[in-house]
């Protein structure tokens, strides 16, 4: 397993007793030291990927031992990248009056 790479110029915290249920947590930028790391992962590239041509970096939001939250890169990359099979065609099969009023249907 690869050691996390925590995304810096962000600090996310759990909500607070006295907000709202619907409060799921909240969080700091750094401006700066997030541009920094940005820049510092876009001259490596190993952890861009592109959707629709534009480049990302993934992440993932998880929960310490302490009970507070991190944000770390997703470093995630699938052994095979073939896609998934497709199929061309999809033909159902039904046949003209398979069932009729005399069988005995349970409902």
Known sequence: MSEKTFVQGIRLFSPQSSQPEFVVG???????????FINEQVAQGDNITEY??????????TKTKAGGLSMALDTYKPKDSKPYPVKKEFKATYKKNQYSEDTDLPF
Do not use: P, T, V, Y
């Not at 909240?26 to 030291?33: K, N, R, S, T, V």
């Not at 629709?52 to 939001?61: D, Y």
């Open 26 to 36: 909240g969080g700091i930028i750094d401006i700066e030291a997030l541009a920094k």
């Open 52 to 61: 629709k041509g534009a480049k990302q970096l993934k992440f993932q939001i």
